[in-house]
């Protein structure tokens, strides 16, 4: 099934929280939506959903329309909220034959589907669902939203919160479903998981600002990026914004990320410069861009 979003506008009071947003998601594609907190990206999961109504244009999944046939639309899709939302005080077993009931299945029938994830946290069945660590509540939640055996799957930041090791693991597990057929729309505040996608969409203030692949988005970066790095990190920032010809200047974990107004960039030049402003221990190195410095180009236009 795939996802058509046509110039979806959605407000709350004075707060646009999405604005003529438009995309499509293709049958079988794992699709990241990729952007911070407050970018629009819930709002857009819930409207997909049927659990929000847009106050302009249109959207479909699959062949339904997300009003008029929301029925539908909620017997094929799972969905997985940002904030963990089983019953804490039902065990995963409980949890899990609850949602199984709800959707008129058993677990016994989809039990292939889920089997991957479900013998991870298996051990822990009698476990109430609010004692599970953050990475087991993911997987519970996974589970349930796959109970039911959906062709499209949200899941709205399911890493946020979650230790790197669960977060891989996750990721794999994606790999995994969608290797079975099911589409997958996941929205995600790390850049890094962006890589991991067919395709992803850059959002910020409720507006799209690219759509493409991972990889030809960075390929597609006008400008060279130079990791620098100096004695005083605090200080070099400073000096960098204030040279005549930054372009752009953001740290960037332990290097500073750094783009020339000028083609013919002179890293002697800089070095120069920064060493008078009594910096020292200074390092200027070409690097390639990433999916976080194509954001931050995007939104700085």
């Known amino acids: 099934m795939s996802i058509l979003v046509k110039n979806i506008s959605k407000s709350y009071g004075d707060l646009i929280a999405l604005k003529n947003l438009t995309l499509e998601v293709k049958e079988g594609e794992l699709f990241g939506l990729i952007g911070p907190d407050g970018a629009g990206k819930t709002s857009l999961f819930r409207i997909l959903t049927t659990l929000l109504i847009a106050d ?28 963990f939302s089983l019953y804490q005080d ?19 029938e989809n039990y292939d589907l889920i089997k991957d994830i479900y013998i991870q946290i298996e051990p822990f069945k009698n476990r109430r669902a609010g004692k599970l660590s953050g990475g087991m509540k993911q997987k519970l939640a996974l589970c349930c939203a796959l109970i039911h055996n959906p062709k499209v799957l949200f899941l709205d930041e399911p890493t946020t919160g979650v230790d790197p090791v669960s977060r891989k693991e996750f990721w794999e597990m994606l790999k995994r479903l969608q290797q079975k057929g099911i589409t997958i729309l996941v929205s995600t505040p790390y850049m890094d998981e962006a890589a991991l ?12 600002l690219d759509i493409e692949s991972p990889q030809r988005i960075v390929e597609n970066f006008p400008k060279k990026i130079f990791n620098v790095k100096a004695s005083n990190m605090y200080q070099l920032i400073k000096s960098l914004k204030s040279y005549e010809n930054n372009y752009s200047v953001y740290p960037f974990g332990e290097f500073i990320h750094y783009t020339d107004k000028r083609e013919n960039f002179s890293k002697e030049e800089l070095k120069l410069y920064l060493e008078s402003q009594n910096l020292s221990e200074i390092t200027i190195e070409s690097t390639h861009p990433t999916i976080e410095d194509v954001f931050m180009e995007l939104t700085k236009e």
């Open 56 to 83: 302009e244009g249109t959207a479909t999944v699959g062949d339904f329309d997300v009003i008029s046939e929301y029925k539908e639309i909620r017997n094929s899709v799972g969905y997985m909220p940002g904030q």
């Open 90 to 108: 039902l065990t995963v077993e409980e949890n899990l034959n609850f949602f199984a009931t709800i959707f008129g299945t058993t677990v016994e």
């Open 197 to 208: 996608c067919d395709r992803i969409a850059l959002i910020q203030h409720g507006k799209i």
